[in-house]
């Protein structure tokens, strides 16, 4: 998918754990590790709301659009 | 939000209890349907019978569906066994029915709605049910067909039987088989559900 989770990249500039930030937003860690892993299919407004304001941050650092020839090339 | 999933615990609490009693009435039809097979079976090992009657005439048993009556007394006059023939068929195709329904109520039993192998066995059914139908159409011409090519019997009629209850049949197949394909949909989006964080 060209849409790239970058939840992992914000949680190591803020040197936070998914355990805590499961914690914070009381969210199972199963479902975190879902989004980071870029297995999701979709995130609701609300997630994405108490993820911002958790990782003080905006949406656009979570989410990023890469497109089809990037990843490409990335994959060559 | 939380009557809605009082709701949906309660249609749950329903679907299993209801499907507790159906698989207990499967069961039991099962075993009526092959206790008479078996029945039928034994009687028919030197003759060619397929009705049984019981006392004077008050219990009539019968091997084989209403429709092929005349077909099966066909055969018999041919010195043919029309319940082997025939019976085995309906026999056959009930109790697969009968198995993939068991089995469908088990796993509803245990609160296991929306799963890939419900689908499966709805599937089944369905196309059960469907070639139930075009065998209902289809087997005495193709066993005529098939006694006069290969024996040295008398010849026989070739016959099709397509009424309403083939059509019916054949509609309950196929509605059958497009409500498991809806059901697969289905199960297609809980998974994606669950990937919605």
């Keep these: 998918m060209a849409i790239i989770v970058n939840l992992d990249v914000v949680l ?3 040197k936070m754990k998914l355990k805590d930030l499961s914690e914070i ?15 999701a299919k979709a995130i609701r407004f609300t997630t994405l709301d108490a993820l911002c304001e958790a990782l003080d941050c905006c949406p656009g650092d979570i989410l990023h659009y890469q497109t089809k020839s990037n990843t490409e090339l990335e994959q060559d | 939000m939380l009557a809605s999933h009082e709701q949906q615990t309660q249609t749950t609490y329903r679907i299993i209890y209801i499907s507790k009693l159906t698989k207990m009435m499967i069961l039991l ?4 349907h092959t206790g008479l097979f078996l029945f039928f079976a034994l009687l028919n090992v030197d003759s060619s019978k397929a009705k049984q009657s019981f006392g004077e005439n008050n219990i009539n048993l019968t091997a084989i569906s209403e429709k092929w009556l005349s077909y099966a007394n066909l055969l018999e006059d041919s010195g043919l066994n029309s319940f082997w023939i ?10 697969l029915v009968l198995f ?3 089995r469908l109520f088990g796993l509803y039993e245990k609160g296991e709605i929306f799963r890939v192998q419900n689908c499966r066995y709805l599937q089944l059914i369905g196309i059960t049910l469907f070639s139930y139908g075009l065998a209902m159409i289809f087997l005495p011409a193709l066993v005529s067909l098939f006694i006069n090519l290969f024996f040295e019997y008398q010849k026989l009629e070739i016959f099709y039987y397509f009424g309403s209850v ?17 059901m697969k949909e289905a199960c297609l989006m809980k998974a994606e559900q669950g990937l919605v964080i």
Excluded: H, P, Y
């Design chain 2, 100 to 102: 993939f329904m068991f």
């Design chain 1, 12 to 14: 190591a500039q803020r």
């Design chain 2, 29 to 32: 039809c099962g075993v009526i």
């Design chain 1, 25 to 39: 937003l009381d969210i199972t860690i199963q479902n975190l590790s879902v989004l980071k892993n870029g297995k």
């Design chain 2, 86 to 95: 025939l019976g085995t068929v309906d026999f056959v195709a009930q109790i």
């Design chain 2, 166 to 182: 083939e059509l019916t049949q054949l509609i309950w197949g196929s509605v059958i088989l497009v409500i498991s394909w809806v």
